[in-house]
């Protein structure tokens, strides 16, 4: 299973509707979380659009052209709506989901575009998906606008939102797929500012539930010309390996990393 979450930037590349064309050929996504883009009708292929149009929500932000999306391959997808961030948060639940680490549960899953200020609407958002019955794994991605990983001292980036973090994990059960298979690495450019194109801004990331960390492979954010000349995000894609264990989960630390108590450092 696959997992992708991508930002267009304002719709993608003008005159160029080639983006979830192009990340499908690349990583070929179970699950897609995307963030400003126009309808997905315009960026696949008429025959696609007819095979899997029940399978994607779509909501734009308010009188603009894009807004968030969620696509998910297989299984029952119907729209969760989020009145007070319609286009900035898309939600859906699945039922019969075939990738899944859990197949007795459903599926919970959201695609997040933060709108400022950050942190604030982070926080509200969290504590509406927290108000949701929990009775479904969760799958939140997207881009945070705040970073989405925890840097070493030696990184040139030092912002820390660390209470971010905390929160999903704490409150969620959450994990970050990036840093949780990246253990002692810093975190890669996601972010491209016009202005600045250097500074490894990491704010678009998937966070999984913790019991799927057995199956997690690996995850990696896409950097070539061609992502650089589509979008000023790159794209973040988590591979997964579902066991056929899936009840009395134990994990197993990967190496590079060290527990204390019942926590995982990396």
Excluded at 106 to 112: D, G, N, Q, T, Y
Excluded at 180 to 202: C, E, F, I, M, V
Aim: charged content about 20%.
């Amino acid at each position: 299973m696959k997992i992708a979450t991508y930002n267009l930037r304002c719709g993608g590349k003008a005159n160029q509707p080639v983006h979830w064309t192009q990340l499908f050929e690349a990583a070929n996504p179970d699950i897609f979380l995307v963030q400003e883009t126009c309808s997905p009708e315009q960026y696949v292929t008429s025959r696609f659009w007819e095979g899997h149009q029940q399978q994607v929500q779509w909501a734009k932000v308010g009188t603009n052209a894009w807004g968030s999306a969620v696509f998910v391959r297989s299984g029952t997808v119907s729209r969760i709506p989020v009145a007070d961030f319609e286009g900035c948060v898309v939600g859906v639940e699945v039922e019969g989901f075939a990738g899944s680490a859990n197949q007795g549960r459903k599926l919970r899953i959201f695609s997040l575009h933060a709108p400022a200020p950050y942190k604030p609407s982070v926080n509200r958002i969290l504590d509406w998906i927290g108000s949701l019955p929990d009775d479904s794994d969760l799958i939140i991605g997207g881009d945070f606008n705040l970073t989405v990983g925890v840097r070493h001292p030696d990184e040139k980036q030092q912002d820390q939102d660390l209470w971010l973090l905390e929160r999903l994990r704490k409150e969620f059960g959450l994990i970050s797929c990036w840093q949780a298979a990246n253990p002692n690495r810093n975190l890669p450019q996601t972010l491209r500012w016009s202005q600045d194109k250097a500074t490894p801004y990491h704010c678009d990331g998937i966070f999984v539930p913790a019991a799927w960390y057995r199956y997690l492979d690996h995850c990696e954010v896409l950097a070539s010309p061609l992502w650089e000349e589509l979008s000023d995000h790159n794209p973040v894609v988590s591979s997964f390996a579902p066991g056929q264990d899936n009840d009395n989960f134990s994990p197993k630390l990967a190496a590079g990393h060290t527990e204390q108590g019942n926590k995982v450092v990396y």
